[in-house]
C-alpha cells in the first residue's frame, strides 16, 4: 500500500507516479500485523449498483425508462457537462446523497475540473432593500409589497411615487412554530431568563402557513414533531412551489408554478452579487398545468371578495386579472432611487428582441454607479445624459435611433452585420408625479468598452436630428449606462 493523500490531484497525482487501483479486492496488513479484506470506493460503487438496474430506478422514482437511458447516454457522451442544483442540504431531505450521486456521474465522465464541467449548488440571493425608498422617488419596494388596502391606486399610469404605503402586518419569529407552537424560554446563566420568540408580544397559536418557494418544513429541526404533533392543530397548511418537496406532501393544499422560464408575467429581481437588475417574462409554455405565482394570490383574493362583497381584496390585484403586471415592475421603478428612471417596457421589449437586458445599479450611499461590470449586455442611459442632448419629446412618442459601433473592446466583438448602422426604438417619455413630460432613459445596444454614435434620430414620422447640434450627436456614448 502506498499513502495517498487529499492534494494529490490532477498533475500532482500524475507527477506522484501512483497508479492507484480502482477494482478488485486485496488483503491488507495493518500496522498491529493484523490483516484484513479491502477493496477501493469503486469497488463498493460497483457492487452497489447491482441493486439499481433499470426497472428498479424506474419504480423508485417513476421516471420513464427511456429518458433514464437517454439521460446515462448524454452523460458519458456530452462533453462539457455540468449539473446544477437548486438550493442545497437544507431544502432536501436526501439532498446530501443527490449531491453525492451528481458528483460521481461528473466524475467517472470526466466533467471536473475544466470549463463548463461540475456538479454546482445554487441558491437565489434577492435583495429587497436594492429598491431603495427616498423622499423624493417614493416608497421603493414598498409600493408592491406594502401598498394601503385602504387607498388603492387603480390607475396603470399612475407613477410609483403616488402609490399610498402602508405596512398592517407584524413578523413573528418562525422559531416559536419551531419549538411547537409554543414559546422558547430560556434561564441563560449569564443573562437570566430569555425569551427568543417574542420581544413586545407573546405571539398567538398559529391558524395559516402559507409559504412560497421554500421548503420550509424541511428547513425546520424535529422533523418528526412538526409533522405529528405541531401542524396537524394548523388549520390549514398551504404552499406553492415547483418541485415535490416535503411541504408539498405534508400540506393540505399544494399550488403547482411555473418556473422562471415559464412565467407569462413579467419578473423582476436584483442580487448583491453582481450590479445588475433582471426583468423577463419566461421564455417557453409552461410544460405542465400550472400557474404563475400571481395567479394563486389573485384567485383567492377574488373568492374572497365574492363570499364578502369587499371588492377592495380584488383590486388588490387589479393588474393580474388585467393582465399587466409591468405596471407593478415600472411602478417599484418609479418609486426607487436606485432605479428612478429606467422603463420596465423598453427593457421587456429588448427581451423580446432576444438580447438579456442588464441595467447597472447605483451604490445607496454614494449614489455612483459600482465599478464592477458585465461584459457585454444592454445599458441604460442615465436620465441626465439623456436629458442634455435632446429636447423633451411629447409623451408615448417612440424614438427611433440609427447607431453605429465607434469602438469595441476584445472582449465582447459584435457580428459583423452589428457594426453597420443598425436602428433601435424605444419609448422616450412617461408622465412624473406632477403631470409634467420629461424624457425617459432609452437603452442602446451597448457592451463594457463599446462606443455608440448616434446617426440620426426621429420622434414618430418627425425627424429630430436639427434639434441636437453635431457635436452632441457625435457625443452620445453610452458605455454600460454612462
Not at 409554543?182 to 437570566?192: D, E, R, S
Not at 449586455?377 to 435611433?401: F, Q, Y
Not at 465582447?412 to 457594426?419: A, D, E, F, V
Not at 408622465?431 to 434620430?457: A, D, E, Q, W, Y
Amino acid at each position: 500500500m502506498v499513502p495517498l493523500h487529499r492534494e494529490q490531484v490532477g498533475w500532482h497525482y500524475i507527477n506522484s507516479g501512483i497508479d492507484a487501483a480502482l477494482t478488485g479486492t486485496y488483503r491488507v496488513k495493518l500496522l498491529n500485523g493484523r490483516e484484513v479484506d479491502a477493496m477501493p470506493v469503486w469497488q463498493m460503487y460497483l457492487v452497489h449498483f447491482q441493486d439499481y438496474d433499470l426497472d428498479t430506478v424506474h419504480q423508485i422514482c417513476r421516471t420513464p425508462k427511456d429518458l433514464l437511458v437517454r439521460w446515462a447516454r448524454d452523460s458519458g457522451t456530452i462533453k462539457p457537462a455540468a449539473i446544477h442544483n437548486g438550493e442545497g442540504v437544507c431544502h432536501y431531505f436526501h439532498m446530501t446523497p443527490n449531491g453525492r450521486a451528481a458528483a460521481m456521474v461528473l466524475i467517472i465522465t470526466g466533467n471536473v475540473g475544466k470549463f463548463g464541467t461540475g456538479q454546482h449548488t445554487w441558491a437565489g440571493n434577492y435583495k429587497a432593500g436594492t429598491w431603495t425608498a427616498t423622499p423624493w422617488s417614493g416608497a421603493g419596494l414598498s409600493v408592491h409589497t406594502g401598498e394601503d388596502p385602504f387607498h388603492i391606486t387603480l390607475d396603470p399610469n399612475a407613477h410609483g411615487k403616488e402609490i399610498k404605503t402602508k405596512s398592517y402586518y407584524y413578523g413573528e419569529e418562525v422559531g416559536y412554530w419551531n419549538h411547537g407552537d409554543t414559546a422558547l424560554i430560556v434561564n441563560t446563566p449569564k443573562y437570566g431568563r430569555k425569551v427568543f420568540t417574542g420581544k413586545t408580544h407573546m405571539p398567538t397559536p398559529s391558524k395559516l402557513r402559507w409559504v412560497v418557494n421554500v421548503n420550509v418544513l424541511n428547513n425546520a429541526k424535529h422533523h418528526y414533531d412538526m409533522v405529528r404533533n405541531v401542524d396537524p392543530n394548523i388549520e390549514c397548511l398551504i404552499t406553492q412551489d415547483i418541485e415535490m418537496t416535503s411541504d408539498v406532501n405534508h400540506n393540505d393544499i399544494a399550488f403547482a408554478c411555473n418556473s422562471w422560464m415559464e412565467f407569462t408575467y413579467p419578473e423582476m429581481t436584483v442580487t448583491v452579487s453582481n450590479p445588475w437588475v433582471q426583468i423577463w417574462k419566461g421564455g417557453i409554455r409552461p410544460l405542465y398545468d400550472t400557474r404563475n405565482d400571481l395567479d394563486t394570490f389573485a384567485g383567492v383574493a377574488a373568492k374572497l371578495s365574492d363570499m364578502t362583497g369587499d371588492k377592495r381584496m380584488r383590486d388588490y390585484f387589479a393588474m393580474v386579472y388585467a393582465n399587466r403586471v409591468d405596471v407593478y415592475a415600472q411602478r417599484m421603478l418609479d418609486a426607487s432611487s436606485t432605479f428612478y428612471g429606467y422603463s420596465a417596457d423598453v427593457m421587456l421589449k429588448s427581451e423580446k428582441a432576444g438580447w438579456s437586458w442588464s441595467a447597472p445599479t447605483r451604490d445607496i450611499r454614494s449614489g455612483k454607479r459600482p465599478t464592477s461590470r458585465s461584459p457585454c449586455g444592454l445599458a441604460v442611459a442615465d436620465t441626465r445624459t439623456i436629458a442634455s442632448n435632446l429636447k423633451p419629446l411629447n409623451t408615448g412618442k417612440t424614438l427611433s435611433l440609427t447607431v453605429k459601433v465607434l469602438k469595441q473592446p476584445r472582449t465582447c466583438q459584435m457580428p459583423s452585420s452589428r457594426r453597420t448602422p443598425m436602428s433601435v426604438q424605444m419609448t422616450t417619455a412617461f408622465r412624473s408625479p406632477r403631470n409634467t413630460t420629461t424624457t425617459r432613459p432609452f437603452g442602446i445596444l451597448s457592451c463594457h468598452g463599446m462606443k455608440l454614435r448616434v446617426m440620426r434620430i426621429r420622434c414618430g414620422k418627425r425627424d429630430t436630428s436639427s434639434t441636437v447640434s453635431r457635436r452632441k450627436r457625435d457625443t452620445v456614448c453610452i458605455v454600460n449606462g454612462r
